[in-house]
């Protein structure tokens, strides 16, 4: 575990492994969007101007998300964790992302559906990256294994000294397959956006089953319901382009 990298000097302020995944995953993203803007017929000129749209959506939706899911369970107050450094939930961050980014699109005249195509990718790269920063916090790891593989997180957050299921790695594998898939159907998918909703939902539905998240309803997590509901939107946006493919033949 490598919580945190280094302390700028003189200013005793510290660099967090997590923090410096988030930015490594933004910028890993931005470079992959430009070409990806280029293909689906969008001025790529555009995406710099998008990418700050994005992570100011993102990183509210994931605090937001955060604050009011675990003040709501009584485990923190939602003032102190909305300002505090810690607490990022991706689908949070996605959610904020996505209305971003759609906020950004009427913003510069772009059309939104292009344009998430052209994210489609990045966005499973971005969140590759970003699980090896909760790897490397202790953060989000699953319930205790005896399989060869697992890992303890004396300083994690909360710490475990006894083996557990590195879910972080699990996640951040089937992600960078996912990018895989996307690269190799971006020319000829119906709905990249879609696909890439539809893949990760199902991922991190199963994956959850490894996760310590209390289940609410029907034996399910959170966020395998919201896993779940991406699926369905997913298959939505791809059969939304199919029927307007079928009508305009």
Known sequence: MYPE?????????PISSFGAAMAVAFLTGYWIAIPRMSEEGLDPEDAANMLIWIMI????GAKLYYATDFSLRGETEFWASLFSRAGMVFYGGLIGGALGGYAGCRFYK???EPFANACAISLAIGQAIGRIGCLLVGDDYGRATDLPWGMAFPNGLPPVDYPVHPTQIYESVW???V??????????????MGEYLILNGLGRTIIEHWRLNPRVALDLSEAQWIGVALVVFGTFLIMRVRGRTKESA
Do not use: H
Not at 5 to 13: N, R, Y
Not at 57 to 60: E, Q, R, S, T, Y
Not at 182 to 190: I, Q, T, V
């Open 179 to 192: 990018a895989a898939i996307l690269w190799r159907r971006r020319k000829k998918s119906p709905s990249l």
């Open 110 to 112: 772009i059309t939104p």
């Open 175 to 177: 992600l960078f397959l």
């Open 57 to 60: 959506g993102g990183v509210l």
């Open 5 to 13: 990298l280094f302390t700028i000097p003189f200013l005793d302020w």
